[in-house]
Structures are given as structure tokens and as C-alpha cells.
């Protein structure tokens, strides 16, 4: 009786997926053919940051100049002030956009420039885009701003059933992170907008990497951002919802100036007015260290590739760095699920004698279990011919990873910057996970620079921090062949030596057994 109640309930799920499966073929998003194309603006130059950085790009021609963000406030003030100097245009473009303390202070820094006749395009994907659904509306009200939600949802059905009935469409997302102002600095890099990529929340940080930039590169960034903005799954908001009115546009503005009268918005908004890099922007004086380098991005189409585009992939334009570097890659990556044809080539570099070092997340401190489950697979393979692995220590007191952390921000979180280094002479800085996802899903964007000023230094950082704030992964074999894992690390100044993953219990590792035996390594 039990295994017949069993089988109807299947087959009454079955029923139901199919169900919504067709419903869903007639559920479709709203005409897009009438989005008013743009393009970004061609007088930069005579502007004030166009005129603060001329002298300095004049003395270096055909150089990016480049300065990295790793510090948390850095980042939000080097968005904030370019927002503040702004005089003809700022293009963004975010994976995520929340409505928190960091989120709503550089809205008011939009619609600020806004008011002084500065036109916004503002691009965020639709993953999580109906959170600030509200805010989108609003602003969009504003004659200077526009709003558009990439592949978006439908609101003619519940988000959750289109992860049945439109999966094939929903799962590719828009990953890309930027943000240029009058064509001539851009900050491309990992950080979503939100407290915890900003050091703005008490308990929680995601430690990151973004890399200001002047040069080549930001018409670079532009001719992306223009083509994801004119793109087919770049959707008007107002194609999608109900028109924001001026009303709606006065209630915002009316609750920004109560919500940055409270105390917890000081100190942000004290960051802006008296850190260093806000005097140093304001001044023209940042340091930026001059190199070659370009912006590789995917195409806004990666959507509908097939496997004639894979030379127009990020991954297929990073590559060369990576497999042409004869002495040291360093990979920095959260969320890492190589597959086979990468594991390869790394393991090739490794068997040249190249040294390929590895951070990513520990199972303890990554926060997608399923990702962890993808990366155990090539962890033995990787480590047998030479890679080293380093997995993030997630019980370091906090004063430990302060101390030694080459990437501020481990103190309280997980790790979240993608960045390498090659042959402490280049670097990649972007928003690309090296996982499946960002190589054959999501849509990605980053950096790459050569600046042994920046490269030699974030190298060395690695070389004296890594023991500290991670485990390194040792592989064993017995005189029967088989093999086991060991996690070699620190606990309470003391090195440790486990034998099983640190700091997770019998739970967290069964659901990574579990999951190693789906069929779902292509979506991690």
C-alpha cells in the first residue's frame, strides 16, 4: 500500500510538471522590439575627470592605468566619488543590487547625478531584480534615468514554477559587474552592491577585489556595457511592469533623506567625505600604476552560443595568460568546479614545472554546498599531478585573519574575489568564478593587466599569507594505492594536521556525497 501511495504521488508530480511545462509555452515575456537603443557618449574627454586624468594618460599612450580596491570602503568610495563627479554619463551593470545601507546610498548618488542633468543607464539582472522592483520604478520616473532588467522573469507567473516551465531560459544570468562614468574611469571587478561586499555590515563580509580604471579600457567596458544595454534580453522596466510616476520618484527621495539621517549611514557617508581615496580622487592624485592590458568579456548573445562561439568566451580569451605562463599561476576563486578540459591543462602547467596555487572556499565557509560538491571531484586529480590546493580556514579568529589576511575582509566571511596572478607580472581581476557556471552560463567580465607593480606585490601577499588563513590540501597514498586527503593548517597559532574536512559535521558532508551523485555538475 505505502509503495503504490508512493507511485501515485509521483506520477501526480510528473502530471503536474508536464502541466506547467506547456503552460508555460504560452506564457511569454512582453514584446521588446520597441526599446529605444543608446549608445555611450563620445565627449568624455571634456569633462572633469576627463581633464584630471588626461595628463596622466598623455604621459602614458596606449596604457591602462590601474588601481586595485581591495579594501571594502575603498570600494564603495571609489564608486561613490566618480558618481559625485560625474558631469555627462554613468553606465552600471550588476548581478545584484540590494536595497541595504550601501545599496540605497549610491541610488541617492544616481539620482543625484541625475539632477544635475548626468544620464544613467542602470542594467541589473532579473535573478534577483523584482527585490528592488519598487526602486526601479521610482528612479526610472527620473527624465535622466533608465532602468533595464536583463532576461528578465516573467510577472505573469510565479518566479519559482519558471525555474520548470522557462529553465532552459532563466538559467543563464548576467554576471558582469560594472561601473563607468563620463567614458572615462571604470571599476570592473567581483563585488555585487550590498553591505557585505562593502564592509558595511557588523557580522558579515565577503572578502573581494575590484580594479579602478582609466585607459583603453573603459571605452572597452563601454562598448560591453552598450551591447548588453541594446541586447534583446535587456528589458525596459516599464516593458515589464506599470510606469513609475513622479510620485513614486518623491517617496523615494522623501525616505532616502530619513533612512541618511540615521546614525548607521554616518560613517559611510563620513568615508566619502575624508578617506584617502576620496581626497586622492577629488585631488587627481590617486596612484594608478600604468601597464598593457584589455577587458575580455562574453557576449551578451553567450545565451543562444553554440559550440561555434567558444573562441568568443571569456575563458577561450583567458586562457592564453594562464596556459602561457612558464613559471607561477595563482588562482583565486570562491566557488572553483574546473571540469576535465581545464584540470588538464592545469595539471599540464604543473607537470612543466610551473607552480599552480589554488584558493577557494572550504566546505565550511563556501556558501553553496552544491558547488563544493562539483569542486571534490577534481581535488584528488589536481592534487596528484602537482597543483596545490588551499582551502579557506573558516574558524581563524578574527584577529588572526586580520593580521595576516592578504584579502581584507576574511575576518568575518567567506572568500568572494576572483583574481590571478601570472608570473608575478599580470593579473586578472573580474567577476569570472573559474566554475561552470561563469564558463559556459553566466554572462562575465574582467581585467586582464600587466603591471609588475601590482602583479609582484599581490603575489607576494599571497606567498606570506596563505598559510595563515587557509588549510593546504595534502594528498596521500598507502602502499595499496589508496588515497586519502589531509588538511594541513593553523588553529590557535598552532599548525594542525586533519584528517577530515575541518570544522563541518556528518550532515554537510553526506549532502556533498549525495549531491557528487547527481548529474548537475554542468550548473555549478
Known sequence: MKTRT????????????????????????????????????SDGADTQLGRMFGDKLAAHP???????????????????????????????????????????????????????????RLLIDDMYGSDGQDTWLAIDAHPKIEVRLFNPYTRSQPKYLQFVTRFKDVNYRMHSKTFTVDNQATIVGGRNIGDEYF??????????????????????????????????????????????????????????????????????LQAVKNSKLANELRAGTAEFHFGLGKIIHDSSEKKAHDENWQEELLISQLAPYITGSTEEVIMVSPYFVPGQQATDALCKLAQNAVRVRILTNSLASNDVAAVHAGYTKYRNPLLRCGVELYELNEELKNEQRKAFSWLPGLSK???????????????????????????????????????????????????????????????????SGKESLRWRGMQNGQEVVLDAEPYVGFGSKAAVWFIRLLPVESLL
Do not use: C
Not at 208 to 227: C, H, K, N, R, Y
Open 62 to 120: 596606449g596604457l591602462n592605468g590601474v588601481t586595485l580596491l581591495a579594501e571594502g570602503r575603498d570600494a564603495f568610495v571609489g564608486r561613490a566619488l566618480l558618481a559625485r563627479l560625474a558631469e555627462r554619463s554613468i553606465d552600471t551593470q550588476y548581478y545584484m543590487w540590494h536595497q541595504d545601507t550601501v545599496g540605497r546610498l549610491l541610488i541617492k548618488e544616481l539620482v543625484s547625478a541625475a539632477d544635475r542633468g548626468v544620464r544613467v
Open 199 to 268: 564592509d558595511a555590515d557588523p557580522d558579515l563580509a565577503f572578502a573581494d577585489m575590484d580594479a579602478l580604471a582609466i585607459g583603453p579600457a573603459v571605452p572597452q567596458v563601454s562598448t560591453e556595457f552598450d551591447e548588453y544595454w541594446n541586447s534583446e534580453y535587456a528589458y525596459p522596466v516599464t516593458t515589464l511592469l506599470p510606469a513609475g510616476s513622479d510620485a513614486d520618484l518623491q517617496a523615494l527621495r522623501d525616505q532616502s533623506d530619513a533612512f541618511f539621517s540615521e546614525s548607521r549611514t554616518t560613517s559611510y
Open 6 to 41: 508512493l507511485s501515485r504521488l509521483a506520477l501526480a508530480v510528473l502530471i503536474v510538471v508536464i502541466l506547467m511545462s506547456v503552460f508555460g509555452i504560452f506564457i511569454d515575456l512582453p514584446d521588446n522590439t520597441g526599446r529605444t537603443p543608446s549608445q555611450v557618449i
Open 413 to 479: 566571511s567567506s572568500l568572494h574575489a576572483k583574481t590571478m596572478v601570472f608570473d608575478k607580472k599580470r593579473m586578472f581581476v573580474g567577476s569570472f568564478n573559474f566554475d561552470q557556471r561563469s564558463l559556459h552560463i553566466n554572462n562575465e567580465i574582467g581585467l586582464v593587466f600587466e603591471q609588475i607593480n601590482l602583479a609582484g606585490p599581490a603575489a607576494g601577499k599571497f606567498d606570506r599569507g596563505i598559510n595563515r588563513i587557509a588549510f593546504k590540501v595534502e594528498l596521500l597514498t598507502d602502499s
